[in-house]
Structure formats: structure tokens, C-alpha cells
């Protein structure tokens, strides 16, 4: 009789073992545990720690490896943190440490574990601490309340808690408006002039403590520069090395209000240049200029400028032109239009044989009135001309200092 198959044969039981054997094999074979070759981990460059200043740093690093990894902080702590904190194969991480408030350096480390098994070295993280300090914006230079009076704000950084003293007197007052500011506040000063020490202290750290003096001219003067702000260059007239074109003063220094014109014929800057407590007009060819802000003026009234000049002079002793203009912008007329600076600096050779000169002498001061002054008026000095091809030398640089103006009767 002939044998056959039908759909409820039977499978001998050794082919049902070798089907589950195959199973078992595909189901063990997934992506996660496809690992081939030797196991390695590197970080670029091996790095085995990360010194962070006090305001805090993100670092990145790379990872060559062909296993998973993952980064364990040991200890407790939110100021630095791995992202991502894990990874396979290879990638990039970076530990970001958080600004440092307190005034103790803080160390963390943290652990790779690869494929399950922790690195036998760990990658220490530290951070400097936060310094104790205290610091008054221009402090050692003092502080200029309007003479009309009113608010003014002086600015403190500070890494402690401060408070604002000011010493006994009977017309200003300061207010700490916040962690970087006092409000000064004075009355018109209808007396002579006046100066206050305001003192920022702080009582956990006594010895950071602070002070400022703070002045207030007479109601009469509406403004007293002696440009001791200013720090570039030499103080020697013809050393002109290091001194500041105005455009290239810091954003403080602008602050105080002085401005000067792009001379086209000069690439549109301007032709006004900072010294060691004064300033210059000009360079060769070109002429330069000085304006005022504008100044505190209540309806018109007339001014008088003083000012100190002197001439530019060359190492060798050679002259340059001495004229100086004058002007009133916005409203007023001045009394004198120019200036021949007669002041003369010493040449070189005057110089290495000892021979006195002070520029700056109280007796070499210059004067003008301005009538009709009034809040609108700008006073511009003008060191001949801006084009000075072909007039006199050529040259005309005159170098300025100690302004001061004031109403009169």
C-alpha cells in the first residue's frame, strides 16, 4: 500500500530542536550587543580633569569608542553637569560648569563607565572661587555733581553685600538704589565749591571697604575739565607715540561729553587725540577740533571760557603754526573768533640740558566771552583749519587743557 503526507503529518522531534536552536540564535542577535573587535575608550587628548574659573566654563571633548558609555557624577552637587551623559561609540560630550557664587573653591569628579565596567581613573572638575572685592567705577578719580543740582548715579561692582555711608554735611545725599548703583542727590550749589567722601563698606569684609569724594562747583560754573581721565601716550609734547585718536576712547571716556568732526580729508575721523591728562588738535596737514557738551544752561545768559593752550613743537625744536579757532554752536557769539598760542613747549635738546618749562602755568591761561549762551550752545575749539594743504606750514597742532566755563554777569 503506498504511503503519503497529509497537513496533520507530524515533524520528528529532531527538526523541531534544531528550528528552536535558530530561534534562540536570531532573537540573541540585536543591534545593542553587535559589539566586534577589541573594546576600546579614548577621550581626545586624554584629559583627566578640567580647571574652571570662577564664571564658570562649557568644554566639549571627543569620544572614540565601539561601546556604550556613560558619565556618573560622584558626588552631590548641580554646578556642573555632563551633556549627554551617555553615548555609543564614538561622540561628543561636554561638561558645563555653572558660575561660582560662594567664596570657596568646589571639586567634583566624575566616573566613565563603559559597557557596564566603571574606568579605572576618574575626570576631576575644579573651581576657583569667588574673591572678595569691592570697586567703585572711577573712584580714585572722584565724582562731579551738576552745580544746578539734581541726581546722579555712581556705579559699584561688588562680589559682597555693601551698604553706602556718607560723611556728615548738610547737601547730599546717597541712596543705594541696587547691587551696582548709589543715587547721589544734591541741591543747586548757590555757595562756592563743595566736596563730600562717600564711603561704600561692607560689614562682613571691613577691610574692602571704599570711598569716593564727590564734588559740586558753584552754580556759576557749568563746567571744569582737566582731562586727568585721559592716560595715553607721553607727556612730552613732541613724543607722540601711544597717543589716542578720540573714535578709539572707550565707551567711559566718550561719557564725559567731548566730541570731535570726521575730517573727510582724513577718512572720516576724527583729528582730536588723547595724551597724559591733556589733549591734541590735529596731525600733519590736518587740522582737528574739540566741542563741549552741551551744558546746564536755564534761558540765555553769557559765558566765559578759560583754557590753556600751547603750540605744537618738534623734537628739533621747529614750530608748527599757532592759530586757534573759536566758536559758539547752537546759540551765542563769541568775543574773540582766534588765538595765537604763544605758549611754547621746550624742544628736545632744552630738555636734555634741564631747562625749566611748564606748559600748563597758571599764567599761560586764554579767555573768551560767549553772549547769548544758551542750553543749546556747544563751544568747539578749531586748530586753524581741517584741510591745511598749502596754508602757512601745513602744520597747526595745539595741544589743550584745564577748560572751564562759566556764567557771568
Known amino acids: 500500500m503506498n504511503s503519503h503526507i497529509t497537513s496533520g503529518a507530524r515533524y520528528s522531534p529532531v527538526l523541531l530542536s534544531l528550528v528552536f536552536f535558530f530561534a534562540l540564535a536570531l532573537a540573541g542577535c540585536s543591534d545593542d550587543d553587535n559589539l566586534s573587535g577589541d573594546p576600546y575608550f579614548t577621550i581626545e587628548e586624554n584629559p583627566t580633569g578640567l580647571s574652571a574659573a570662577v564664571g564658570g566654563v562649557t568644554k566639549s ?36 560648569v555653572g558660575k561660582n557664587p560662594s567664596f570657596d573653591s568646589r571639586v567634583t569628579n566624575f566616573a566613565f563607565v563603559v559597557d557596564g565596567e566603571e574606568q579605572p581613573v576618574l575626570f576631576r572638575i575644579e573651581q576657583a572661587p569667588t574673591v572678595p572685592n569691592i570697586t567703585i567705577k572711577d573712584g580714585d578719580k572722584g565724582f562731579a555733581v551738576k552745580s544746578s543740582g539734581g541726581d546722579a ?21 546717597a541712596q543705594k538704589v541696587s547691587d551696582t548703583e548709589i543715587r547721589l542727590t544734591a541741591p543747586k550749589n548757590m555757595g562756592g565749591r563743595r566736596s563730600v567722601t562717600v564711603n561704600v563698606v561692607s560689614a562682613e569684609f571691613p577691610e574692602l571697604n571704599q570711598q569716593v569724594v564727590v564734588t559740586q562747583l558753584p552754580g556759576s560754573i557749568l563746567l571744569q575739565e582737566d582731562f586727568n581721565w585721559l592716560a595715553y601716550g607721553n607727556s612730552i609734547p613732541y613724543e607722540t607715540t601711544g597717543e589716542m585718536r578720540h573714535d578709539l576712547w572707550t565707551p567711559g571716556e566718550r561719557d564725559h561729553g567731548w566730541t570731535s568732526t570726521p575730517v573727510a580729508l582724513s577718512s572720516n575721523q576724527p583729528m582730536l587725540y588723547a595724551r597724559q591728562g591733556f589733549i591734541k588738535l590735529g596731525k600733519t596737514a590736518v587740522g582737528g577740533d574739540l566741542i563741549s557738551p552741551k551744558m546746564d544752561i536755564e534761558g540765555t545768559v553769557n559765558i566765559k571760557v578759560t583754557f590753556k593752550a600751547a603750540a605744537y613743537i618738534s623734537a628739533t625744536g621747529t614750530v608748527d603754526d599757532r592759530l586757534l579757532k573759536v566758536f559758539a554752536l547752537g546759540a551765542g557769539t563769541v568775543s574773540v573768533p582766534e588765538f595765537t598760542i604763544d605758549n611754547i613747549p621746550n624742544s628736545k635738546a632744552q630738555n636734555d640740558a634741564g631747562v625749566a618749562n611748564n606748559i600748563w602755568a597758571d599764567d599761560r591761561a586764554y579767555s573768551f566771552t560767549i553772549t547769548g549762551a544758551t542750553a543749546n550752545t556747544q563751544v568747539k575749539f578749531l586748530s586753524n583749519d581741517y584741510d591745511l594743504n598749502g596754508v602757512g606750514q601745513g602744520k597747526n597742532r595745539i595741544f589743550m587743557d584745564d577748560i572751564k566755563i562759566e556764567i557771568v554777569e
Do not use: C, H, M
Open 61 to 96: 571633548y571627543v569620544v572614540r569608542s565601539n561601546r556604550p558609555w556613560r558619565i556618573v557624577a560622584q558626588g552631590e552637587g548641580d554646578w556642573v553637569t555632563a551633556f549627554p551623559a551617555e553615548g555609543k561609540d564614538d561622540g561628543i560630550f561636554k561638561f558645563i
Open 153 to 173: 548715579s555712581v556705579t559699584v561692582t561688588a562680589t559682597v553685600e555693601w551698604s553706602v555711608l556718607v560723611e556728615d554735611n548738610d547737601w547730599l545725599t
